[in-house]
């Protein structure tokens, strides 16, 4: 049985650095500037007490979409084992929960090329340009509005 918790920003740490990050050296670098900051919300989906997805988020304002209240996803991985379990559809449905009930109208992201497929499943919107990230690769810049559904 899966289940979403809240977590802290440091047991990200270890997925950020396996699936995300691995060109930084050290696990415990796998830090986000505003990973402590009070409005951020770690989530983490757990199977058989093993930590398997996670997401991070962020209130933070984009200028490429017009909404007063806005969520960033961000550095949301799953552990390539357990993939096929659709964990990281159920964080983003739990933090879309979470955001409605703070009042939020829109989640937005940086989203990799290949990850562009997932957010379209869930319901996520894309502006048609690809931009680099350093150190990362291609992205799309993508958005749910939460009260759309």
């Given amino acids: 049985m899966m289940e979403v918790r809240v977590i802290d920003h440091a047991q990200t740490h270890n997925l950020r650095h396996r699936v995300l990050w691995p060109h930084i050296q050290k696990t415990e670098d796998c830090v986000i500037d505003i990973d402590q ?3 951020a919300i770690h989530l983490g989906v757990y199977s ?3 930590l398997i997805s996670i997401g991070s988020l ?3 304002q984009s200028p490429k979409i017009q909404y007063s209240r806005q969520y960033r996803l961000r550095a949301m991985a799953t ?3 357990f993939r096929h379990l659709h964990s ?3 964080l983003v449905e ?3 929960q979470k955001l409605r009930a703070m009042g939020v109208e829109v989640l937005w992201c940086d989203a990799r090329l290949n990850a562009v497929g997932f957010y379209t499943k ?3 919107e894309m502006l048609p340009e690809v931009y680099e990230v350093k150190n990362i690769g291609p992205h799309h810049f993508m958005w749910f509005e939460i009260d759309r559904c």
């Fill in 48 to 50: 058989g007490g093993r």
């Fill in 79 to 81: 552990d390539p084992e």
């Fill in 58 to 60: 962020f209130e933070m």
């Fill in 88 to 90: 990281g559809k159920m």
């Fill in 37 to 39: 900051r009070v409005d």
């Fill in 94 to 96: 739990e933090a879309i």
């Fill in 122 to 124: 869930l319901g996520f």
